[in-house]
């Protein structure tokens, strides 16, 4: 609205250049975007079932599309309505579904914007596409929640999809999972994203991947519910489908890599070269040929933009929710500020002597600017800066190569290839810098300040070795060769020093096993048999991590406390309170919810107060499972005292961020427990149906998320534990188990 404005008050200054279309164009712009702002403003303040109100908003737009009735400006406005609900409604699915809707709402937002602008002959035909384009978003929104069942839906991104996928094929026993099986739908969608937006034979050689992980899935699917299928046969084809599977993602990580650095090489060029074309000194048909090219060049390279980072939020490896939000606005905002920019070019075209339309110009490009280069930092993020630097090197040398080659046959085109090994540079120096504002003070920042300083000489030096060479004034004809190597020497060492840094910590070296004692002759006595061990014990029980998982829908405590005891038996509990507290956790839950199950089947039953369901666990009473609730709370601080020590003493501030995020969670819901165990040990008596309901989904929610939050925090905690500079704390050694 604010551009459309200041477009207005520039038509006002100067009548005398612009002609009667401008002005009504101008006008229409502005009140369709305070339409659509209102619309928006309405939807958000509107509480928003979006079952009943998708439906509602969808019917008074139909209504409008097919008889015409209540004017353009309320038909635009609910149709305007029906986008940003469903757009709402896609940001809680699957990345296929929500990909689907988008698309539709994209092509309806697009119909709206040619209708405002048809001639009254053609819109009724329009707004019957209008109309049709609004069914099939009702019914893939219909579609998206028939299949939204509980306990199967994923996360979207790549890192969540990858969980669940090993959840599931690291079974013993291959069984079907449907959250399983929509996770590696989700991958291979991800995939085929990618693909079509790299294309060429490396989007080929992925597609070939995906499609080869579809069939594999399947032959699983039909390997399982084959009843003749041995069980050496299903284990065949579920370590053919992980292995291809880890392919895949591999592939995907790497490629995503490569097309960011491809792609945001160079992000303000095409719009420096749009103003250069309507700056241009021409004559006016070729000045406008020259023009739409430019134009039509810069509109490609901005949705570029926009697709790779759309990819780079599922594929990479940041899982900072925010940080995808924030990338999603800075799209959105880029693909609006596009068409203002070749607005603002286009009035500039045909005014190049105006001051007004120079100035209108700047602050469009400077908006778009600045955009862009938020959506390129938030980007970068997503990938690994180690990866980032491999595909650097390889495209520096790449580049290099030709340069060289080139400067003895063609020195015209071989300034243009230094030209492209100078910007990739800069974007090495630029990843550079975030990674030094990520660590604190330790010996890989102090080599990666050296490399740094190293590698900004290069450049210059390769720079004016250029020049030299072209002007015939190189006193070594080697200089120029001896620069690029230079070059790409020095980015060499410093992904080399960031790549020996993100590795992984070696195994632990294998312990001689001690001698075998001699026979002793003499039968000695036998100890007795080890007793169970019992809730309240420090010891670790018997446990199974390869076992298929408690459902999600009839049991989910028992499925959030069996993940989050998998992921502590990955850890040796010795030397690690952390762990400890982590596993007890779970054991509590698991018992908590065995006497609420068994307490509630009593009193539907007729008992007086439930007290029976202690035979069912091992609680005895009400009070035992509010000083369980008391003891997790305790172990939970206990956590949170721990993973406080661990961010305290780790120099890398992306991973100390992580570890904050996963701990934040846990005091609110810690204390949301306590008011839980209150409240139904308030109900204890007479039984009220509706009220032990509430209180076992107030509980079921609550248990699911503290123990997802203590298993995230335990993950950051180990990631934060191999950087550490010292460990202040020898009850905080994080040892794999072999």
Not at 37 to 61: H, K, M, P
Not at 213 to 220: G, I
Not at 388 to 395: A, N, P, Y
Request: aromatic share 4%.
């Amino acid at each position: 609205v604010k551009h459309y404005v200041s477009q207005r008050t520039w038509i006002i200054n100067n009548p005398d250049k612009v002609s009667p279309e401008m002005v009504k164009q101008n006008s229409d712009n502005i009140k369709n975007t305070l339409r659509e702002l209102e619309a928006n403003i309405t939807a958000v303040e509107t509480d928003r079932d979006e079952g009943t109100e998708l439906v509602s908003v969808v019917s008074a737009a139909q209504q409008w599309a097919s008889t015409g009735k209540g004017g353009d400006a309320e038909g635009t406005a609910a149709v305007g309505k029906v986008i940003s609900q469903s757009r709402y409604l896609a940001k809680g699915l699957n990345t296929r579904d929500k990909r689907e809707i988008f698309d539709l709402c994209q092509e309806l937002e697009d119909l709206i914007d040619e209708y405002n602008r048809a001639p009254e002959g053609r819109k009724r035909a329009l707004r019957s596409q209008i109309a049709d384009k609004m069914n099939a978003v009702k019914q893939a929104a219909r579609k998206a929640n028939s299949s939204a069942v509980p306990g199967t839906e994923t996360a979207g991104g790549l890192p969540e999809c990858s969980e669940v996928i090993d959840d599931w094929l690291d079974r013993d026993i291959p069984t079907r999972s449907k959250a399983g099986e929509r996770a590696v739908e989700d991958v291979v969608d991800m995939a085929a994203a990618l693909a079509k937006n790299i294309g060429g034979q490396v989007g080929d050689d992925i597609a070939a991947q995906k499609d080869k992980v579809s069939k594999l899935l399947k032959e699983l699917q039909s390997v399982i519910d084959d009843p003749k299928a041995t069980p050496e046969q299903k284990k065949a084809k579920q370590a053919e489908l992980k292995e291809a599977i880890a392919e895949l993602k591999k592939s995907l990580r790497d490629h995503l890599a490569a097309k960011v650095v491809d792609t945001y090489v160079d992000i303000t060029g095409p719009i420096m070269e749009l103003q250069a074309a309507a700056l241009a000194p021409l004559a006016p048909t070729e000045k406008a040929e020259k023009f739409n090219q430019k134009a039509a060049d810069f509109s490609l390279h901005a949705e570029q933009l926009c697709r790779v980072a759309e990819v780079a939020t599922d594929v990479g490896c940041d899982e900072d929710p925010h940080r995808h939000d924030n990338i999603k606005l800075s799209i959105e905002a880029l693909r609006d500020a596009t068409p203002m920019v070749v607005y603002s070019a286009k009035t500039l075209s045909l005014n190049p002597d105006s001051e007004s339309a120079k100035e209108n110009f700047d602050l469009v490009k400077q908006q778009w600017v600045t955009e862009a280069v938020r959506l390129r930092t938030d980007v970068d993020k997503c990938v690994k800066p180690s990866d980032f630097l491999v595909e650097s090197e390889r495209k520096v040398k790449e580049e290099g190569d030709a340069a060289k080659a080139l400067m003895k046959t063609s020195p015209k085109d071989a300034v243009v290839k230094v030209a492209m090994v100078q910007k990739i540079t800069n974007r090495v120096l630029e990843v550079t810098d975030a990674e030094l504002e990520n660590v604190g003070d330790c010996d890989y920042r102090v080599n990666l300040l050296e490399h740094r300083g190293n590698l900004q000489t290069a450049i210059k030096q390769a720079g004016q070795a250029t020049n030299d060479h072209i002007r015939g004034q190189a006193k070594d004809p080697e200089a120029f060769d001896k620069s690029i190597t230079e070059v790409h020497f020095n980015i060499s060492r410093i992904k080399d020093e960031m790549v020996g840094f993100y590795l992984p910590l070696p195994p632990l070296p294998v312990e001689v096993p001690e001698p075998i004692p001699e026979p002793v002759e003499e039968e000695e006595e036998k100890p007795p048999a080890r007793p169970p061990v019992p809730v309240d014990s420090d010891e670790e029980d018997d446990f199974d991590a390869s076992a298929p998982a408690p459902d999600p829908v009839e049991a989910p405590i028992e499925h959030a406390a069996f993940k989050l005891r998998q992921e502590t038996a990955k850890y040796l509990e010795e030397d690690n309170d952390m762990i400890t507290a982590a596993r007890k956790i779970a054991q509590k839950f698991q018992q908590m919810a065995k006497y609420t199950k068994g307490r509630r089947e009593l009193l539907e039953l007729g008992s007086t107060d439930g007290h029976e369901a202690g035979e069912k666990s091992e609680f005895s009473s009400m009070t035992d499972m509010i000083k369980t609730c008391k003891e997790i709370i305790a172990l939970t601080k206990n956590i949170q005292k721990h993973a406080s020590m661990i961010s305290k003493n780790c120099p890398d501030k992306r991973l100390v961020m992580s570890l904050a995020n996963s701990m934040e969670p846990i005091g609110m819901l810690s204390q949301q427990l306590n008011i839980i165990a209150s409240v139904k040990a308030s109900a204890s008596g007479k039984y009220n149906e509706a009220a032990e309901v509430e209180a076992d989904e107030m509980l079921t929610i609550n248990a699911q998320n503290l123990m997802k939050s203590v298993r995230d925090t335990v993950r950051a905690s180990e990631a934060c534990s191999v950087k550490m500079l010292s460990n202040p704390n020898n009850n905080l050694q994080f040892r794999r188990k072999r």
